[in-house]
């Protein structure tokens, strides 16, 4: 019977106890670190993130510790999930050791040792120093990647522990004679530097390093928390705390509340400690800023800035809000104390939280100069909040889930309903929504006009329609995309559909101004809206608009409008899958098709509106940018009304994107869309005709 595969743990060491108590110590510091990190995130307002345990226990499984939104970026992706795995099996391969070193387990031999813990740990344990010098050269040579010097620390340690456990595992080779070497290559080739040294050199090498590599494991896990590193935490609970509301549905204002004194936020402290959270979870990928609109044409806007520089306010103003919270709580648990000593019948009255106590607070000069600051204006710039379209692409590629729109609208919420400051061109649109119902500020009385000689009912007229059809303030008021809603009529008409409109008492869904801050004019047109659909019984409603979408099927449930909504291009495709609308009369050649943000990153629906092309007889042709990594084409966040400036247009470059296809056609199925698409191509002096999908199934004029 041959010699079970075996080595001796821990060889040539003596008093590796000491190793436990070292733990401990570094482990307590990198705890006050967290703590301190804790405290700062805490002072947010509360905000409920442990509903829904088991779905969110699913998607940290498979975003967190499965990895698969890293590895969704192919080269630094996956770099990381090799470093990620690698780490993984050498934490696995220490515990083992330590377990028959300190347990006399019987688990360093065998196959165990051959296959795992020699040569699996020696391949993962190059793959680790592979990535780690991966990681410095490209944290050292892109510039855009705003590394710290903290990020090179990190990097440099673990690259450091990496080879100093090859170097290690090269002189107990050399000298033990190991037998089994052959099944370490990677600690073998090291062994061969030690060939020409006597026993006691090796030795007294091994003892020394192994000791020095201990202290920098320790010194790494002490500083663990307060580095970068800290998103192997952050990370996974980041995932686990995302946001499983509806896409895009923000925090509900009631306006009829009489005690609510103010709106959005005007201060770090009103935003949620998921919020602040999320300050901390960014690791500055870069992911969020590379698909950025707004940053990719040269607007004043970085969607990982804005989260590092929310931060960077953080660690400023958190510790003098947490103290002052921390007073306030103390001074009212001493009053509820007194009361209840004295036996007072009345409830004591609730004193002023932290907030309140800013302007009375004992605070240092600088201290004060902190408090003061505004949000907006001395951390975040007025122009970076205003350039933000709202797409949502930062929040599909963030690997650690930190919500970046929604901060941006509850900014511009606050500066609008509580500051009066926006871009002046956004006031007569929310004029003209207060006052008409539409953002052209068109009367009120014409929005039906679109449909004259098309034979279409209101819904007063025919009040037993399946559908409603809504074809907003675009597909009424917009000369181009009124030809949207004729076509889509002729085919709703076609396919013996039973749907009819609300006319004039229709008004604008409210999304822009809602998405621009101004809560106020939102309540008011989907309360009106609401009540309107309410009052027909309305229950299923056909939409062309994506923005009319978001607001009618995830927006109006907040106010108690709960309506079944389905945008045009579902519809459609169902229509001719069922039979009830002809496919292609003739070729329409090659069709690129631009994604919506709203219906493809909003709403998820990427294939409906490619199937009606194809449907159309058109061949369909990607951009580079498609699907859930579409550009946006600037219409989004009530950017339609608002003039860009600064920057590159960025209509311009995505049509300069399409272009690059060489499309017989441009379609989409977004009025907004619609517009900025069409403009696009007419400055980049191309013939290329854009059409709403609608019109390409309807035979439209090409």
């Not at 999930?81 to 387990?105: C, H, K, P």
């Not at 936020?265 to 609109?293: H, I, M, S, Y």
């Not at 009319?548 to 945008?567: K, M, N, S």
Request: net charge negative; glycine share 8%; hydrophobic share 45%.
């Amino acid at each position: 019977m041959g010699e079970v595969p075996a080595r001796e743990v821990l060889w040539n060491i003596t008093g590796h106890w000491l190793i436990y108590p070292c733990f401990v110590a570094a482990l307590a510091v990198a705890v006050v670190f967290f703590v301190r990190r804790w405290r700062l995130w805490k002072i947010g307002e509360p905000e409920n993130r442990s509903d829904r345990r088991a779905e969110r226990l699913r998607g940290a499984v498979r975003d967190a510790l499965l990895q698969v939104k890293v590895a969704e970026r192919r080269g630094p992706g996956l770099v990381h999930v090799a470093m990620y795995v690698a780490m993984i099996i050498l934490l696995i391969a220490t515990a083992t050791v330590a377990a028959q070193a300190d347990l006399g387990l019987p688990l360093v031999q065998g196959d165990f040792y051959l296959y795992f813990l020699s040569l699996t740990v020696d391949l993962a344990g190059a793959a680790f120093c592979i990535a780690m010098v991966a990681c410095i050269v490209r944290r050292i040579a892109n510039r855009a990647l705003d590394t710290k010097p903290g990020d090179i620390v990190v990097l440099g340690l673990l690259l450091a522990i990496g080879v100093t456990g090859f170097v290690l595992e090269g002189l107990r080779i050399a000298g033990t004679g190991d037998p089994w070497s052959a099944w370490s290559p990677v600690g073998s080739l090291f062994a061969g530097l030690f060939a020409s040294w006597d026993q006691g050199q090796i030795e007294l090498a091994h003892r020394v390093l192994w000791w020095f590599h201990m202290a920098l494991a320790f010194g790494l896990i002490a500083y663990w928390t307060y580095s970068k590193l800290v998103h192997v935490l952050l990370v996974p609970a980041g995932v686990y705390w995302r946001d499983l509301k509806p896409k895009g549905e923000l925090p509900f204002i009631d306006m009829e509340d009489e005690g609510l004194l103010s709106f959005g936020c005007g201060r770090l402290e009103e935003l949620t400690w998921k919020d602040l959270f999320d300050t901390q979870a960014c690791v500055r990928c870069n992911r969020c800023q590379d698909l950025c609109p707004a940053f990719a044409t040269g607007k004043p806007l970085s969607p990982k800035s804005f989260i590092q520089d929310l931060g960077a306010e953080l660690e400023q103003r958190g510790p003098i809000i947490y103290r002052l919270q921390k007073e306030a709580a103390a001074q009212e648990r001493n009053a509820a104390d007194a009361a209840e000593s004295e036996k007072a019948s009345k409830a004591v009255p609730a004193l002023p939280k932290a907030e309140a106590l800013l302007e009375n607070a004992d605070l240092t000069d600088a201290e004060r100069a902190i408090i003061d600051r505004p949000l907006v204006g001395a951390v975040i710039a007025p122009e970076t909040l205003w350039a933000c379209t709202t797409c949502g692409a930062c929040m599909e590629a963030c690997p650690a889930f930190v919500e970046h729109v929604p901060k941006v609208v509850k900014m511009r919420t606050y500066q609008v309903s509580m500051e009066s400051a926006f871009p002046p061109e956004a006031q007569a649109t929310f004029r003209n929504l207060e006052n008409n119902g539409n953002p052209w500020g068109l009367g009120w009385q014409t929005r039906s006009k679109w449909a004259e000689g098309l034979d279409v009912p209101t819904i007063a007229e025919a009040p037993d329609a399946e559908y409603l059809y809504w074809p907003g303030c675009s597909g009424a008021f917009d000369a181009r995309n009124r030809k949207v809603s004729a076509a889509l009529v002729s085919l709703l008409a076609e396919a013996g559909v039973s749907f009819a409109i609300l006319g004039n008492e229709e008004k604008c869904c409210g999304d822009a101004a809602r998405r621009m801050g101004n809560e106020f004019v939102y309540f008011m047109l989907a309360s009106e809206n609401i009540a309107t659909l309410q009052a027909y019984g309305v229950k299923k409603i056909i939409v062309q608009c994506p923005h009319c979408y978001q607001a009618l099927a995830r927006d109006y449930p907040q106010l108690g409008g709960h309506f079944e909504v389905i945008h045009h291009s579902e519809l459609l495709a169902r229509l001719v899958r069922e039979g009830r609308l002809p496919r292609a009369r003739e070729e329409l050649g090659r069709v690129c098709f631009h994604d919506s943000c709203y219906l493809g990153r909003y709403q998820d629906v990427y294939e409906a509106p490619r199937a009606v092309v194809r449907a159309a007889g058109g061949s369909v042709v990607e951009m580079g940018r498609n699907r859930r990594a579409s550009f946006c084409c600037g219409a989004g966040g009530g950017r339609m009304w608002l003039e860009e400036s600064a920057g590159a247009r960025i209509n311009e470059a995505r049509c300069a994107q399409a272009l690059d296809t060489d499309p017989d056609l441009l379609a989409t199925s977004c009025p907004f869309c619609l517009t900025m698409l069409a403009d696009g191509m007419v400055s980049a002096d191309s013939d290329v005709p854009v059409r709403d999908i609608a019109e390409l199934l309807a035979g439209a004029e090409k």
